[in-house]
Structure formats: structure tokens, C-alpha cells
């Protein structure tokens, strides 16, 4: 009897154990996925659901149509600026990243990203794709936060800053060499196949475990490759047939500009398409009705082209260079598609995601952003009244030139000098005048004023900020990444009187004092005698040039003293019977 009594209550310790084990893998795999898809210079326009006749985009028009859409949703006016504030929830500049390259799309390793708020909360993290916050340990994806990445380099592939694709010219976006977790490797396909396929791969491998996929496509930036298919769906189009006298302003367009619209349509079309094998894998999981699929651009479009009315393109502040579009789907809690109008922005994101995954944010962690949930949920239908700020202009801000501060639905933009060399303003109401044609400015003195002082201050906080007065630098000589390779994205530039060029230089930070061999390497064959110097600090080392074909010069057995460091390289070539200044193509550290 007591025997019997002993097994029954195991038994039922058994099936307890069993029900809370249950339990737990229903938490987990109940905990929401997210994917965010963000492509790389796709305007408001380039969609169909937006009033393009022209594009084919069934996909993305069918998510439009039956998500959350923000129709009111601004990014900076180029890209490494927005990823910034999508990682961090805050203005791009207090995170280190000013500019797109020459050292200005490095976000300081200190930040705290949305990846590493949401694998503190048990996520898995996945970053694919475009990553453009800096090259170099310790700001790479995998040093910010994401477990699996697979990216290149510099703010697109084939720019001069991705050495490994440079050299390809026109074929850099086929079979592009890209960087796995820190490691090189040799894909197959077009670029946006290849990220589309490892994205894939990325949810398939981790369909019962809460997921955060960054899926971060670098089309439909230029240079402006294409499989042949593609472009022959547009190569006969009339771009601009059915669009002008639509009783919405039109831009400026010249063949050229009307032949790249045919390739970044062919390249947006691919994306599209792409999607749906993406869509396709989560439905064929199980998975798709608890996953969050945000769609989003991180900029206007790079040349003059269909923005639905809207002046401005990528690198201006006005609602063409800034307004994309922001599709939110999530069935199980946001039931009804529709537009919401309230001002959203990209800092948004880190907090919205925060509180729709349960995550915490860290208490002592300041930022920009609020939380969209409420509007996302019916709560509310809109939120408190704040003011956004936009520039751009290398390095940093200009008193008043191409920025521009939004408070509710007034904006005031600075558009530079006038012919008096005063300063210039622009007042809109973009509920009365959307397209901003009709500036109001000369009958609202007062309101300007008031815009021009919240422009003025915030200009001031931002040119202070710790990580503008010292940028943030790659550290050399540890285990995480050997050798470095620092290429021409995250170089600076110094211009010195009575020198014709610029002196190309690289901050760094020495782990700790070792011997280090410095490699340089050119695009080219050397063949004609020079000199180079490499200046370290203070000291400086000189290797002559000998005329031997060769394409990388090194300097070995360097001693480099632990701490903040000036790696400049000044190469003079003789070309056309005198010595000519040439920049290098990156240089290779090992130590």
C-alpha cells in the first residue's frame, strides 16, 4: 500500500514536472519574433502602394495594406545616421556617427544598442546585411550585440571602403565577399539573394527560439547593379508617364536620372520578390503570425525621381529626404490596418520594441526615442507634442544650412545665406502645405524665432556631445579581430597648408604595447619609384618605392607603446615627371 502510495505521487511529480515543462517551452516560443527590413536608399515613392504606377511591388504593397502604417515617419537624410538612431534610440550625433565616411559612421562601442537590450531579455540576435557603423573592433554587429552577422563593409558593397568588392567594379554586387562573424567569406549570387537566403537560413535555424533579425538590404543604393531580368521589366518604361500634371509638384528629371529610376526600380522589384520567399519561409514554419515584420527606408532617394509629391531627396532635410515609409505588422495585437499621422521617427524603434517584447531598458540609459506602442495598440491616437530635429552637412552641423526643426506641424527649415549674407529660413505648416512650396515665414516672425532658438540649442548639445568632441576609434592588437584592416570609410583626412592634397590618417587605440608588422596596399601595381612614409605618433619610418610591380609595401617589427594613437601614411608617386600624392586602399595591421 505505502509502496503504491510512493509510485502514484511520483507519477503525479512526473506529470507536474512534465505540465511545467510545457509551461515554459509555451512561454518561449509565445515570446514574439521581430524582423526589421530596412533597404538602403528606397524613397517614399518607389512603391506602388504609394502611387507609382510604374514599380511592381506586390509584396510590399500587400503588407502596406494590411499593416500599421506610420505615414508620418522620419529618418535622417542619410543612412549611417539613421541606422544610429535606429540601434540606439537616440540623435545619431550624441553616438558618434556625423557623417557617412571619413570617420563619421563609427557609433561608440559605449552605446547601448536594441540587440543588446533584447538578448539581455533571451533573445537571439541577427544581424544581415548593411551594417555602416564601423568596420573595426570594438564597433562591428558582433561587438554591439548581435550573435550571427553576415555584412560588408562601409556604407555599401564596392564602395572603396569594402576592399574585398572594390576591385570588381561593375560586378561588386555579384558573388560579393562579405564578412560571418568576423571571418571573410565568398558568397554566390546577387547581394540581395544572398541576404535574403542567409536570412532564411537565420530563422530557420532559430524558429523555436525568440528571434530579433535585422535584415538590413544595401539595395537599392548605388552602384546601380541588377541581374539582366530585372532591368528588363523597366529598360522600355516611360518613367514619368501618368505622374506629371497629377496636381502634386514633380521633380527635375534628365534621361539619366530617368534610366537610374529603371534601375533602382529592377533592384526594389528584386527586393519584392525576395520578400515573399521571406514571408513564405515564416508561413511555411508556423511562425509568421508571431512575428513582427517592421518595414522601413533609411532615407529619401539618391537622385530625382517619383516621391509622391515631395521636395527633397537622400541628403536633405526637406519631406523628400527624410519621410519613408514605416509598415508595422503583427496580427495577434495590432488588429486593424491603418495610417497613423502622429510624427513618428527612427529613435522610436528602440523603445517601441522594448515594451513590445517586455524588455528593459536600462535605467540609467537616456534617450530620444518614446514608445509607439500606444499608438500601436488603439491606447491613444496620438502622443505628447515633441521637437525634431534634422540636418545634414559633413561633419557636423552648419548654423543654418540644411537643418531643419519640427514642432507639431510646423517646420522650420535653414536653407543657408541670402543675397545679404543673412542667415535664411523656410516656415511650413505640413498639415496646410505637405509638399512644402509655400513658405510662411515672413508673416510668423515670432514662431520663427522660437524655431530658430530650439535649433540653436539643440545644435549646441549636439556639437557637445562626448562621442563628437572624441570620436570613438578601432582598438589594434587584440584577440577579437587580428589583423585589422582599416579601410578608407573610417579614415580622417587632414589638410595642411601649403600641401596640394589631404593626409589620410587612422585614430586608433594600442591594446597594450607589442610589436606590430603595418602592411599598405594599393589598388594597383606600383610601376614607378616613390616614397613612403608611415607616421606613428610622433616618429616617423620611410620605405622607398622601387618600380616592381608589386601592390602592398611592409613595414615589420614596429613597436607600438599601449594607448591613443595617429596612424598617417603619406605615399608620393613620381607620375608625369614629378612626385605626386596617392592615397593608399587600406592598411593591414598584424600583431
Excluded at 527 to 545: A, N, R
Aim: aromatic share 10%; net charge negative.
Amino acid at each position: 500500500m505505502k509502496d503504491s502510495f510512493y509510485i502514484n505521487i511520483f507519477v503525479l511529480l512526473l506529470a507536474l514536472s512534465s505540465c511545467n515543462e510545457t509551461k515554459k517551452e509555451e512561454v518561449s516560443v509565445s515570446k514574439p519574433n521581430v524582423i526589421l527590413i530596412v533597404t538602403d536608399d528606397q524613397g517614399f515613392g518607389d512603391i506602388g502602394y504609394y502611387g507609382n504606377p510604374h514599380i511592381k511591388t506586390p509584396v510590399l504593397d500587400s503588407l502596406a495594406s494590411k499593416s500599421v502604417r506610420f505615414d508620418d515617419f522620419s529618418v535622417n537624410p542619410v543612412c549611417a545616421p539613421t541606422r544610429s538612431a535606429i540601434m540606439t534610440g537616440k540623435y545619431s550625433m550624441t553616438t558618434g556617427v556625423h557623417d557617412t565616411y571619413r570617420g563619421g559612421a563609427m557609433m561608440a562601442p559605449s552605446e547601448v544598442t536594441i540587440a543588446e537590450i533584447l538578448k539581455a531579455s533571451g533573445y537571439r540576435t541577427g544581424m544581415i546585411g548593411k551594417w555602416h557603423l564601423g568596420d573595426n573592433y570594438p564597433m562591428r554587429p558582433q561587438d554591439q550585440g548581435f550573435d550571427y552577422t553576415l555584412n560588408h563593409l562601409s556604407g555599401g558593397i564596392g564602395q572603396y571602403g569594402d576592399w574585398p568588392n572594390t576591385l570588381k567594379r561593375d560586378s561588386s554586387y555579384f558573388n560579393p565577399i562579405l564578412w560571418k562573424n568576423g571571418k571573410q567569406v565568398k558568397t554566390q549570387g546577387y547581394c540581395t539573394d544572398v541576404f535574403t537566403e542567409a536570412a532564411m537560413d537565420y530563422i530557420e535555424d532559430h524558429k523555436n527560439d525568440p528571434f530579433f533579425l535585422y535584415l538590413s538590404y544595401n539595395a537599392p543604393h548605388g552602384p546601380l547593379q541588377l541581374p539582366q531580368k530585372y532591368y528588363d521589366m523597366y529598360k522600355d518604361v516611360d518613367i514619368d508617364a501618368g505622374l506629371i500634371n497629377q496636381g502634386k509638384p514633380y521633380p527635375n528629371v534628365t534621361d539619366h536620372s530617368r534610366e537610374n529610376s529603371r534601375k533602382v526600380y529592377g533592384m526594389v522589384t528584386n527586393i519584392d520578390d525576395n520578400l515573399r520567399l521571406l514571408f513564405n519561409k515564416l508561413e511555411n514554419l508556423g511562425i509568421d503570425e508571431n512575428t513582427l515584420v517592421i518595414f522601413m527606408t533609411d532615407n529619401g532617394p539618391q537622385h530625382p525621381r517619383y516621391i509622391a509629391g515631395m521636395r527633397g531627396k537622400k541628403g536633405s532635410v526637406f519631406q523628400g529626404g527624410v519621410r519613408v515609409p514605416s509598415f508595422w505588422y503583427f496580427p495577434k495585437a495590432f488588429k486593424e490596418a491603418r495610417d497613423i499621422n502622429t510624427p513618428a521617427a527612427h529613435y522610436d524603434i528602440l523603445p517601441t520594441l522594448a515594451e513590445f517584447t517586455g524588455a528593459k531598458i536600462p535605467e540609467d540609459l537616456t534617450i530620444e526615442g518614446q514608445s509607439l506602442m500606444p499608438l500601436l495598440t488603439k491606447k491613444t491616437d496620438s502622443l505628447p507634442e515633441r521637437v525634431i530635429n534634422r540636418y545634414w552637412a559633413r561633419t557636423a552641423p552648419v548654423h543654418y544650412r540644411n537643418i531643419s526643426t519640427r514642432k507639431g506641424e510646423m517646420k522650420l527649415v535653414g536653407v543657408g545665406k541670402d543675397e545679404n549674407n543673412n542667415d535664411k529660413f523656410e516656415l511650413f505648416n505640413l498639415t496646410e502645405d505637405p509638399y512644402e512650396q509655400n513658405d510662411i515665414s515672413e508673416n510668423n516672425k515670432p514662431l520663427v524665432e522660437e524655431l530658430k532658438a530650439e535649433m540653436s540649442s539643440w545644435v549646441d548639445t549636439m556639437e557637445n556631445s562626448e562621442h563628437i568632441i572624441e570620436s570613438p576609434r578601432p582598438i589594434i592588437g587584440t584577440v577579437f579581430e587580428n589583423p585589422v584592416m582599416l579601410n578608407q570609410n573610417d579614415a580622417l583626412f587632414l589638410k595642411k597648408e601649403g600641401f596640394k592634397n589631404e593626409f589620410i590618417y587612422w585614430d586608433v587605440i594600442v591594446d597594450e604595447t607589442k610589436t606590430f608588422d603595418i602592411i599598405v596596399h594599393f589598388d594597383c601595381e606600383i610601376e614607378t619609384t616613390g616614397e613612403l612614409e608611415l607616421v606613428l605618433g610622433d616618429t616617423s619610418k620611410t620605405l622607398k618605392i622601387e618600380a616592381n610591380g608589386k601592390t602592398s609595401f611592409s613595414f615589420n617589427n614596429i613597436e607600438l607603446e599601449k594607448g591613443a594613437l595617429t596612424i598617417m601614411l603619406k605615399t608620393y608617386l613620381k607620375r608625369k615627371g614629378e612626385l605626386q600624392y596617392v592615397y593608399p586602399f587600406y592598411i593591414e595591421i598584424k600583431g
